[in-house]
Structure formats: C-alpha cells, structure tokens
Nanobody, 122 residues
Framework: QVQLVESGGGLVQPGGSLRLSCAAS????????MGWYRQAPGKQRELVAT???????NYADSVKGRFTISRDNAKNTVDLQMNSLKPEDTAVYSC????????????????WGQGTLVTVSS
C-alpha cells in the first residue's frame, strides 16, 4: 500500500555534491516522520538524517554541516542535499518512513525504499 522510491545517487568526486530525493506513494496512509539511512560495505546500516512531521531534524555527527535534509509534507517527499562529499560517505542510501495505514484496518508500518548507491571517489 505504501512505496518509497529514491533517486539521485551516482558517482561523484571528493568535495562534490549530490542531491537525493525520496517520494512516498500509495493510498490510505499518513506519515509521521521520514529520513535517510546508509549502509557501507561490511558495515551496519546507520542513521544519516531524519525530519519529523513537526519540523525537527536530526543529523549524524559525521555529516553535520555538510548534509541538509528537507521535507515537503504536501508531496510526501524528503530530500538530502549532500555537500563536501568524502570517500567515507560511499554507501547505499535508503529512505525510511514511519507510516500509519488506515485500510482495511489501522496499523503502523516502517517502510523502506530499495536504496540508491552513492560512490565518492576520484
């Protein structure tokens, strides 16, 4: 009933920039928060940034000052602007949303996108 689709990943040189986008689609749902996570080779998935329905944001210490998360509640989208990229930022970036689905009955879901690969290398 709810799907997340990411876009914007690719190959970029150190110091460069990328903008990731995530769009939620479906029916009979509402979103309380959206965010971005990443998983580097051989490592566990980690939080990058989140944006709640009330407008508060949180960032991992490793990306503060370089990444900016933004959200459009009307369009159910969340973006991640990534500047001053470093090789250690290389990872699969996944969009996440906390969702309430109301049909056929009300229930909570944590929804993940399929991920988009970001590679920072010269």
């Amino acid at each position: 009933q709810v799907q997340l689709v990411e876009s914007g990943g690719g190959l970029v040189q150190p110091g460069g920039s990328l903008r990731l986008s995530c769009a939620a689609s479906g029916s009979s749902f509402s979103i309380s928060s959206m965010g971005w996570y990443r998983q580097a080779p051989g490592k566990q998935r980690e939080l990058v940034a989140t944006f709640t329905s009330r407008g508060s944001t949180n960032y991992a210490d490793s990306v503060k000052g370089r990444f900016t998360i933004s959200r459009d509640n009307a369009k159910n989208t969340v973006d991640l602007q990534m500047n001053s990229l470093k090789p250690e930022d290389t990872a699969v970036y996944s969009c996440n949303a906390d969702v309430v689905v109301v049909s056929p009955y009300s229930r909570y879901l944590e929804v993940w996108g399929q991920g988009t690969l970001v590679t920072v290398s010269s």
